[in-house]
C-alpha cells in the first residue's frame, strides 16, 4: 500500500475507533480481522491512543492500522513512530498537510468544501476524507461535486451507518466509508469481541 487510493479499496467501511484502553486493541483488531475488515482507524483522541497503535502494530501486523484526527503536525510525526500505516485528518492545515508529507505514509486530507477539495487536488491528492459527511451535505453534496470534480475519490465519514452506507457506496466518486458503529463503546467495554466481529461481517457484505 503506497497510495490514499489503495487505502479507498481495503474496505467498504473502515472501522474509526476511539480506544481508551490500550489493552483493547489488539482483541478489537483480531475480531475485525476474523470479520473480514483488514484495516482500522484509531483516533488521536485519548491518551491511549498511541499505545493502542504501537500493540496493533507490532502485534497483528496482518492488519492495516492507521491514526485519525491528525489535527497537529506533530500527531502525523507521532504516529508514525507508533507504527501507523496511513494518517486521517478531519480537516487541513498546510503545516499538518506538509507533516504528513514528511512521514511518507499515505494518508486521507479531510475537506469539506470544493475549496478544499481543489487546494488538495493541486497538492496532487485525489483521495480524500469527507468529513462531517451527513453534516457537510451527505450524499448530495457528492453527487453535486462529481460533476466538475470527477477524478477525486472520497472516504465519506460523519453520521453514517449501516443503513445510510450502501447510499453513498454506490456513488462513483466514494470508496469507502468511515464507520464508528463497528466498534461501539459499550463493546469494546465489555470486551464483547463477537459483536464486533459479527458488525464488521455486516460491514464487509456492503461491498
Known amino acids: 500500500m503506497t ?7 481495503l ?29 482500522i482507524e484509531l483516533t488521536l483522541r485519548t491518551p491511549a491512543a498511541l499505545a493502542a497503535i504501537e500493540n496493533v502494530a507490532r502485534e497483528v501486523p ?36 506538509d ?5 511518507g505514509l499515505p494518508y486521507l486530507p479531510g475537506a469539506a468544501t470544493v475549496s478544499e477539495v481543489m487546494r488538495l487536488v493541486e497538492r496532487g491528492l485525489t483521495a480524500l476524507k469527507f468529513f462531517p459527511a451527513e453534516a457537510a451535505g451527505g450524499i448530495d453534496y ?22 445510510t452506507a450502501p447510499n453513498y457506496l454506490a456513488l462513483p466518486n466514494v470508496g469507502c466509508v468511515g ?17 464486533i466481529e459479527t458488525l464488521a461481517r455486516e460491514a ?3 461491498g
Request: some cysteine; charged content about 20%.
Open 11 to 39: 474496505s467498504p467501511v473502515i472501522p474509526v475507533v476511539v480506544v481508551d484502553d490500550a489493552d483493547h486493541a489488539v482483541p478489537l483488531a483480531q475480531a475485525l480481522l476474523r470479520g473480514g475488515v483488514r484495516v
Open 3 to 9: 497510495t490514499g487510493a489503495d487505502l479507498l479499496a
Open 142 to 163: 457528492l453527487k453535486s461535486i462529481g460533476g466538475p470534480i470527477p477524478h477525486v475519490r472520497f472516504c465519506p465519514t460523519g453520521g453514517i451507518t449501516p443503513r
Open 62 to 97: 496482518e492488519i492495516v492500522i492507521g491514526a485519525g484526527t491528525v489535527t497537529a503536525p506533530e500527531h502525523a510525526e507521532q504516529a508514525a513512530k507508533a507504527g501507523a500505516a496511513f494518517l486521517v485528518t478531519p480537516g487541513t492545515t498546510d503545516r499538518v498537510l
Open 179 to 195: 464507520g464508528s458503529w463497528l466498534a461501539p463503546k459499550d463493546a469494546l467495554k465489555a470486551g464483547d469481541w463477537d459483536r
Open 99 to 103: 507533516a504528513a508529507d514528511a512521514t
Open 204 to 206: 464487509t457484505a456492503l
